[in-house]
């Protein structure tokens, strides 16, 4: 007898579970690091912001280390990254993040 599987999305996957979202992928941010992808996929992405910058009021994000990671947990954490940048805005460590998630 065949199992009947249903496949949820990234998009199906942040609605369930009320993540915030950046095109189709669940965004967590703890503090200063931020997971962007689906723990459930081949790979997800963990950022670092490293330096802010005060702009008004705000404390911008002006440096951000970003790490494309394996969710395979029998990996060590050194083992588990696969490619590492750093940008000067969140927005640019958001966009080369979404170009690594949706090449895979």
Do not use: C, H
């Not at 009320?18 to 095109?23: I, M």
């Not at 802010?52 to 002006?62: E, F, I, P, Q, R």
Request: net charge neutral.
């Amino acid at each position: 007898m065949a199992e009947n599987k249903t496949v949820q999305t990234n998009e199906d996957i942040a609605k369930e579970n009320n993540f915030l979202r950046y095109k189709g992928y669940p965004l967590v941010r703890n503090k200063d690091e931020i997971y962007f992808g689906n723990m459930n996929d081949e790979y997800v992405i963990w950022m670092q912001i490293t330096e802010k910058t005060k702009v008004g009021d705000l404390d911008v994000a002006s440096r951000v280390k970003i790490y494309k990671m394996a969710t395979d947990e029998k990996l060590s954490p050194m083992e588990a990254i696969k490619k590492q940048s750093e940008k000067s805005s969140l927005y640019e460590a958001l966009d080369i993040a979404y170009a690594w998630l949706s090449r895979q």
